[in-house]
């Protein structure tokens, strides 16, 4: 019994002393990487090498992965193996990628992370076209790249760099702005190229448009309308205009046909105005109270005659000139005519109408003022008196600036560019698909400067904003024109139009602008 229970002992302990299986896999990389081209032209193929001490098997796991990567062999008995990686190129601009996982019986699947790279590439909307408006704005070029890239700008010959780039913050894109065009400028294009280290790869063309609002223009020394006090009005297909104390019509479409209109004897004409219901005024000349002139401002009836509306004796109020009517509302109606007084303070007079009626003329304080009736402008807001009135003078202290009155005091609503020579003499108003527009023109005193025209936006009165400043076309410079202006501005068509009229420049001509 002794004998067989000692061998029984050593029998276990040499069961004790044999090693216990473990499965075993000698690790493969843990990353592998395929070229973009693919597997099948590559000198050497793309293995994953490995040793395991039992049978494995091998699988793919990814996304879309069987669409483009494959593996031979699949499984394998203990000892050395090999995995080869079948890949097609890859046409798409990410990398793509894929797990190789090996599984030994007994053991957690060792993973192989499989990358094929991308194509390189820098894509800019294949060979677009980009056309920016007249007055300027931005261009936003997208690129698509996953490379680094650089690019340029390349302008027609003799043409100045009129492109500036913007940053765009945390974007793909490219962001251009375009400087506003000149008046009668042509079309302008720009060619952009972007490059990378693959050389030129796309090319962008950028066009500005054309800008030219100039819809006709006559020379006034052709037509033999000399200088002196200006007005212009448009009623009903007509366009009138004054000069020299003299009345001109002409076609308001076309500008042709200019002619003069028969006055009554002795008749000497200051300026012409419209209301908002198309009747025309003509108004004699600027009054001086030193001389007791009258102040006078007609009707001019469908037949062709006058009827006083405004007869207002100039002594009645201390000034050195007087004059230069506006008028909103309907004067056989409901209207605000208003007139402007120097005297080195300035002052407007206001005649409201109401039914056809022009009352008595009631009195504002400029607080500002000029030396006579063409270095200043005063122009009501609207058809009643709580509309308010606009002005804009030559002197000090308002420094050229316009202003709105509501009635109980004059705010600054915008600051021209103007400096010393600028002049300012007209206001003309207009509502256009719900938005308020006034415009005045920049004269000069001197020869040194051209007129510019200026549209502003005055929706809110006391906070007018600029929609537009060009420099007035002009025929030949005459320097008997100096200081004297005039524009009315109306609706067409969802566009503004614009009736200038200017001796300096030796034009009376009409604009068309649009409102984006």
């Known amino acids: 019994m002794k004998k067989i229970a000692l061998f029984l002992m050593a029998a276990f302990a040499f069961a004790a002393c044999e090693e216990e299986f ?8 843990t990353e592998v990487t395929i070229p973009t081209a693919g597997t099948e032209n590559l000198a050497e193929p793309v293995t994953v090498t490995f040793n395991a001490n039992a049978a ?16 031979s062999p699949k499984s394998g008995a203990a000892g050395e193996a090999a995995i080869k990686l079948d890949a097609i190129a890859n046409t798409t601009k990410e990398n793509r990628s894929a797990v190789l996982e090996i599984t030994v019986e007994g053991m957690e699947p060792v993973l192989v992370n499989v990358t094929q790279l991308q194509k390189n590439a820098i894509d800019v909307n294949a060979d677009a076209a980009y056309t920016v408006s007249f007055k300027g704005g931005s261009v936003e070029v997208e690129v698509g790249h996953n490379v680094d890239f650089a690019y340029e700008v390349v302008y027609a010959e ?14 793909e894109k490219l962001v251009f702005t375009a400087s506003e065009q000149a008046v009668n400028a042509a079309a302008r294009t720009a060619t952009l190229y972007v490059y990378s280290e693959l050389g030129v790869v796309k090319t962008v063309a950028i066009t500005q448009e054309a800008w030219s609002p100039v819809q006709w223009s006559n020379s006034l020394s052709e037509l033999g309308a000399t200088a002196g006090r200006v007005g212009i009005a448009v009623s009903g297909d007509k366009v009138y205009f004054t000069a020299n104390g003299e009345l001109w019509a002409a076609d308001a479409a076309t500008g042709a046909g200019a002619a003069k209109i028969a006055l009554p004897e002795g008749f000497v004409a200051g300026n012409v105005i419209v209301d908002d219901a198309g009747n025309l005024m003509v108004s004699g000349p600027d009054a001086a109270w030193a001389n ?8 001019v009836k469908a037949d062709g005659s006058y009827e006083i509306l405004v007869d207002y004796a100039a002594a009645n109020y201390y000034s050195t000139e007087m004059g230069n009517f506006r008028v909103k509302g309907d004067i056989n109606g409901d209207a605000v005519i208003t007139a402007y007084v120097c005297f080195g303070g300035g002052a407007a007079i206001v005649w409201n109408v109401e039914d056809g009626v022009v009352a008595a003329p009631a009195y504002v304080d400029l607080g500002d ?3 006579d009736a ?21 002197g000090d202290p308002w420094a ?11 705010t600054m609503t915008w600051e021209s560019p103007a400096t010393w020579m600028e002049n300012f003499n007209c206001i003309s108003t207009t509502e256009v698909n719900g938005v308020k527009y006034l415009a005045l023109t920049m004269s000069c005193h001197f020869d040194y400067d051209y007129t510019d025209i200026v549209v502003l936006d005055v929706t809110d009165p006391k906070a007018a904003k600029q929609v537009f400043k060009i420099q007035m076309n002009f025929n030949e410079v005459n320097g008997d024109g100096l200081t004297y202006s005039d524009i009315c501005i109306k609706g067409e068509n969802g566009k503004l139009a614009a009736y200038v009229i200017d001796p300096w420049m030796d034009t009376v001509e009409k604009y068309l602008f649009p409102l984006e």
Do not use: C, M, R
């Open 22 to 29: 473990v499965p075993h896999l000698d690790f493969p990389p």
């Open 56 to 71: 494995w098997t091998a699988a793919l796991t990814g996304e879309g992965v069987a669409e483009w990567l494959s593996i």
């Open 158 to 171: 003799g043409v100045e760099p009129w492109l500036a780039e913007t940053k765009a913050y945390a974007t």
């Open 292 to 299: 007791s002139d009258q102040l006078q401002l007609y009707k």
């Open 369 to 371: 003022g000029s030396w």
């Open 374 to 394: 063409s270095t200043g402008v005063v122009a009501p807001a609207g058809a009643a008196i709580a509309d308010g009135l606009f002005a804009i003078t030559y």
């Open 400 to 410: 050229y600036n316009l202003y709105y009155y509501d009635g109980a005091e004059w």
